[in-house]
């Protein structure tokens, strides 16, 4: 889980915000989200020391360098010999990184469903990329730390997003026909769920 104690976020803040402002520089999305690909896998590299997912070459050497940087950085403040806190804090930065440039920070704009679906395959790569033996314990913590990363993305971003899209848009099958173009009220959407919601 990303919601490790503050005292523990403190020194990864200001490489996080610079990691995110460096990704969203990038005025064309694809580039954003190869740049952020670049981040995440080199970062599981100096952990699993295994091979990339991704061969991105297009980035400018100043801005390869500079993440770089970032990630020896967030390596040098990894606790060592303790896999359990290393799994909070890496969870915390790769959440803290991808959640900023789905707009969560200011540097970002909203993410739409594609720029989303695209970093959840991102993900998926690397996570099928991760290098070493099942009994490594390690390579455990790793998988692990990704697939949480991923279900938590989905659960406070995506699916938020999802709602919001339906509350606009209408849901797909309302009153078991299909949507097209009658708005639906939400509470017809979601039913007595949302009525429950709605008066406590």
């Known amino acids: 889980m990303p919601y490790i104690a503050k005292e523990d976020r403190k020194k990864y803040i ?44 297009f980035l400018d050497p100043n801005q390869k ?21 290393l799994a909070g804090e ?22 739409r469903y594609g720029y989303r ?7 998926w790569t690397i996570y099928h990329g991760i290098n070493g033996a099942a009994s490594d314990r390690l390579v455990i913590v790793l998988r692990g730390v990704f697939t949480d990363v991923i279900d938590e ?10 709602n919001e899209k339906i509350a606009q848009n209408g849901d797909i099958w309302p009153l ?6 009658e708005e639906v009220p939400i509470d017809v959407i979601r039913g007595e769920e949302f009525k429950e919601e709605q008066e406590s």
């Open 153 to 162: 993305m989905y659960r406070r971003k995506t699916s938020v997003y999802e």
């Open 117 to 123: 679906t695209f970093i959840k395959g991102i993900l």
């Open 176 to 181: 078991k026909e299909i949507a097209w173009k």
């Open 14 to 57: 200001f490489v996080i915000e610079n990691t995110v402002d460096l990704i969203c520089s990038e005025k064309d999305k694809h580039a954003q989200l190869e740049t952020l690909a670049f981040f995440v896998d080199h970062l599981r590299q100096k952990l699993d020391h295994g091979y990339p997912s991704f061969k991105i070459d």
């Open 65 to 85: 360098e500079q993440l770089l940087e970032n990630i020896n950085h967030f390596i040098s403040l990894f606790p060592e010999n303790d896999l359990f806190k």
């Open 90 to 111: 890496l969870n915390y930065i790769l959440s803290s990184v991808i959640w900023g440039v789905l707009g969560d920070s200011l540097s970002a704009e909203p993410a």
